[in-house]
């Protein structure tokens, strides 16, 4: 499984970005599927997962804010991001598990101007 992040960008607090974040492989390489985030100076932290069923999680200091969805048609997932804050600047990477093993696509840079 290949993944390939893109739609990161510089924007102005309260205002949103499309991240993108495209597969190469079977429909079901993409069933479990989730971002992450690194910010500056911290660990990689989990923001956002959605499983085969469609069901969808959130880490506490997005939701309301994030949303994630899939288009298996277009074999991409995507993270909308709006209301973003300076504190959302990070680099995002999507993650797929398959196959019990985690597949990382490189990250795109999303920072937030205040």
């Known amino acids: 499984v290949q993944l390939q992040a893109s739609g990161g960008g510089l924007v102005q607090a309260g205002g949103s970005l499309k991240l993108s974040c495209a597969a190469s492989?079977?429909?079901?390489?993409?069933?479990?599927i989730s971002w992450y985030r690194q910010r500056p100076g911290q660990e990689r932290e989990w923001v956002a997962r959605m499983t085969p069923g469609g069901s969808t999680d959130y880490t506490d200091s997005v939701k309301g804010r994030f949303t994630i969805s899939r288009d298996y048609a277009k074999m991409t997932v995507y993270l909308h991001m709006s209301s973003l804050r300076p504190e959302d600047t990070a680099v995002y990477y999507c993650?797929?598990?398959?196959?019990?093993?985690?597949?990382w696509g490189p990250g795109t840079q999303v920072t937030v101007s205040s």
């Open positions: 492989g079977s429909r079901s390489s993409i069933h479990y």
């Open positions: 993650k797929a598990w398959y196959r019990a093993s985690d597949y």
